[in-house]
């Protein structure tokens, strides 16, 4: 009988509101999965892993996604950092060292975080706002009393998602909590949220519908009576991301956030409307006046702008006519297809006379060109906005006096907005890169370094030290003390959002890790931290990649060959050693369409014969000599897609069985798995019996038996938190649910014990 193992690891495009229309399996009750926790722990106490022990082998150069951060008012050396997945962790000498304080809780996700220094309290909320494909859910409210030793779990464990905590100035019973809600499926625990009695009761004050919650929230610091909320609408759905709608707005309190009214009217000079998305909130005061400011995401279009002279566009293209095009000058084609990344073979020449013969129209040329990367960057929305106000938010005034270069169709991942509380008219907001304005938001300039990552989430100012501030981002902390002209960066942190980790067969072994924004890296799994390298400036884990690193499969016949790459299938094969690298990604043919490719696109180097590289779209491919030239080997294996603005309907996981070349595994994102038993000349639906509609996030074939498989499937794109663990001993006839004692959280990985059959390890994706 075979007994699973638990094995967590702690690691460190415009479509306006509609409703969706596809049926959704229900979300998991907040109450069962907080019960569930016991059952984890009780898991933990009784693993035979606990005689397992563990090191660290780092890496702590790039550090992850921040949050939020929470600083001394009287030490600005010391402050906790709130990471998105990565748990809190606190600083008491400036980012030099930081220890974590929340990695034993029930979630490692965080959202929020405020701290009274006064009495030592910590409150924490779980579950971050960004909204991208790694936010994954919190289980509320967390406190603290002790400074970060001990926590205490305090309510609103359906919130999932939370983006601001406000304490009362004086009563350090009084809380405000803005919720934002579940990510993935409509409910009711979003929008304000009050307490008076530390936390052990809350009462919602402000709710909006089912899809908005609240995303921002502030205080005024001269009357706390005062408070203005920002609301966001969004839905995301596996296959589309509704960034914005009519729920979104700011709302303002006069009576200490027990009644709101909505201030973003159309009277108030602020947009509203369909077009209305993520919403950030600040203030300061000039000459004892509160300044206001809001940064808004305006998800409407921009108005087209005319094609520069000589130069082919899409939109000419979709209605062009055969006898048009026939009529351009070659050049024109030619520039199209090289700046489209259309394939070398496709000349203008042999384009035009494919046009001509009838077997392409000019519409191909554009729909060849959408997949999902060309949909988020080449969307032309407004984007980010800033407006002020003057008169407690009665009426605002855009300050921007050109569109602001701070995102594309992307600002549900950013939306935050700062201004200097000793200079109103110096304001920071945050996105690719983090902009600063000297003149109240009507021109700005980047402040990133070399040493800043490029994507940002926050930012603290010292209200005391002119241009100190602390600053948030993909990348951990950095800290400057001129106002941005120049960072420290504090990464000794071992921390990190990993997608994907594989190990090569050198002695002493190779680790390689592919990254949410933070690329891909390789090192000795020898690694002991140090500070040293910053003397010999030799640090042992090297970045061999950028981008979103994503999957990453290892030649181990010299180690040096290695197979990896970024977001949507934009894969290479790459010498380590020699440091050349070629893209690797098939493309079709002209007259097809694009290939649909997961933004962890799956790959896997045979184990037979590692020249042979399976690599996946909604088709598996397979190429005979290391990349070079790929074949389709099955047709679509999945259900075909979806209409939406997020690239599904993909292939998420490959795996062949190491006792039988030619027996290939694949599961797709929208639920199916299917067998091939020579090599992928016909394929086997063998679905049935797994849980329909969740997201297949690996397969394994047994190394010990050749009819034997697992499957792991997740709903967390449904909120769904059930472990779904299953094992077929007949190539997949028929499945048997296995690990039924596991806790409600989503899993993410299986794996065989490479010497016990018995032993099996699952990665829970709730502490990733």
Request: aromatic share 12%; with cysteine; charged share 25%.
């Amino acid at each position: 009988m075979l007994k699973p193992i638990v094995l967590f690891f702690c690691l460190a495009p415009l479509t306006l509101m509609a409703q969706f229309t596809y049926p959704q399996p229900p979300a998991t009750a907040a109450t069962d999965r907080v019960e569930s926790f016991s059952q984890r722990k009780q898991l933990e106490e009784a693993s035979i892993i606990n005689g397992v022990k563990f090191r660290s082998v780092g890496p702590s150069v790039f550090s992850g996604r921040v949050s939020e951060i929470a600083v001394s008012p009287t030490d600005p050396t010391h402050f906790y950092v709130a990471y998105s997945s990565g748990g809190l962790m606190k600083t008491e000498n400036n980012g030099t060292t930081f220890t974590p304080l929340f990695d034993q809780e029930m979630v490692i996700t965080t959202g929020a975080v405020a701290v009274d220094w006064k009495n030592d309290i910590i409150w924490l909320g779980t579950g971050e706002v960004n909204s991208s494909r790694s936010s994954y859910a919190g289980s509320g409210m967390y406190k603290s009393t002790d400074g970060g030793k001990n926590w205490q779990h305090i309510g609103l464990e359906d919130s999932h998602h939370i983006g601001r905590i406000i304490l009362h100035p004086k009563d350090p019973n009084t809380a405000w909590v803005a919720v934002l809600g579940h990510l993935y499926s409509p409910n009711k625990e979003r929008g304000i949220y009050k307490t008076t009695d530390g936390g052990k009761s809350w009462k919602q004050t402000l709710f909006v519908d089912e899809n908005s919650g609240a995303v921002d929230l502030m205080i005024d610091t001269k009357n706390p009576k005062v408070l203005y909320a920002a609301t966001w609408q969004r839905d995301r759905r596996a296959w589309d991301f509704l960034e914005a709608g009519e729920g979104s707005g700011i709302y303002k309190s006069t009576d200490g956030g027990n009644k709101w009214k909505l201030i973003s009217t159309a009277a108030s000079g602020l947009p509203t409307g369909k077009g209305m998305g993520r919403i950030g909130l600040s203030m300061a005061y000039h000459k004892g006046k509160a300044v206001l400011y809001t940064a808004i995401d305006n998800y409407n279009r921009r108005p087209k702008e005319e094609p520069k002279e000589d130069v082919l566009t899409k939109d000419m293209l979709r209605d062009m006519s055969k006898e048009d095009f026939l009529k351009l000058e070659a050049y024109k084609v030619k520039d199209y297809l090289q700046q489209n990344r259309i394939p070398r073979t496709y000349t203008a020449d042999k384009v035009m006379k494919m046009i001509e013969a009838d077997k392409i129209t000019p519409k191909t040329l554009v729909e060849y060109t959408e997949d999902a990367n060309s949909l988020l960057f080449e969307t032309q929305v407004i984007g980010l906005e800033v407006y002020r106000s003057e008169n407690g938010g009665k009426t605002w005034t855009k300050a921007n006096e050109d569109y602001v270069s701070a995102y594309s169709s992307y600002g549900y991942y950013f939306g935050e907005i700062r201004v200097a509380p000793y200079d109103a008219n110096k304001v920071y907001v945050m996105g690719v890169p983090v902009l600063r304005s000297d003149d109240g938001g009507k021109t700005f300039k980047s402040i990133g370094g070399s040493n800043v990552h490029s994507d940002h989430h926050e930012l603290w100012i010292n209200p005391n030290r002119k241009g100190h501030i602390i600053n948030g981002n993909d990348g951990g902390i950095n800290i400057s003390y001129d106002d941005g002209e120049s960072w420290i960066k504090c990464n000794s942190e071992p921390l990190g959002q990993f997608y994907y980790v594989a190990v090569d067969m050198a002695k002493p072994y190779n680790i390689y890790g592919g990254l949410q924004d933070n690329g891909v890296w390789m090192g000795p799994s020898t690694y002991q931290a140090s500070t040293r390298w910053q003397g010999s400036g030799q640090y042992p884990f090297k970045s061999i990649m950028g981008g979103d690193g994503m999957q990453v499969a290892v030649d181990t016949r010299d180690n040096a060959t290695v197979y990896t790459g970024s977001q949507f299938g934009n894969y290479y094969r790459l010498n380590t050693r020699s440091g050349k690298r070629k893209s690797i990604t098939p493309k079709p043919a002209l007259d097809q369409r694009p290939y649909r490719w997961n933004w962890q696109t799956p790959i896997h180097l045979s184990v037979h014969n590692q020249d042979i590289l399976y690599m996946a779209s909604e088709r598996l491919h397979r190429s005979f000599n290391q990349g070079d030239d790929f074949e389709a080997i099955s047709g679509d294996l999945t259900t075909g897609g979806r209409k939406g603005d997020v690239a599904f309907s993909t292939l998420s996981t490959i795996h062949e069985s190491p006792l039988t070349f030619g027996l290939l595994y694949v599961g797709s994102d929208d639920g199916l798995v299917h067998v091939s038993k020579d090599g992928g000349v016909s394929w086997e639906n063998i679905t049935a019996g797994l849980p329909k509609d969740m997201w297949v996030s690996r397969i394994q074939a047994s190394a010990f038996e050749k009819g034997r498989v697992y499957a792991v499937l997740n709903g967390y794109r449904w909120d769904n938190f059930d472990a779904m663990a299953y094992m077929s001993e007949d190539y997949g006839k028929t499945w048997t649910k296995i690990g039924k004692d596991l806790p409600l959280e989503p899993l993410n990985v299986i794996k065989e014990d490479p010497s016990n059959a018995d032993i099996l390890y699952v990665l829970s994706l709730i502490h990733i």
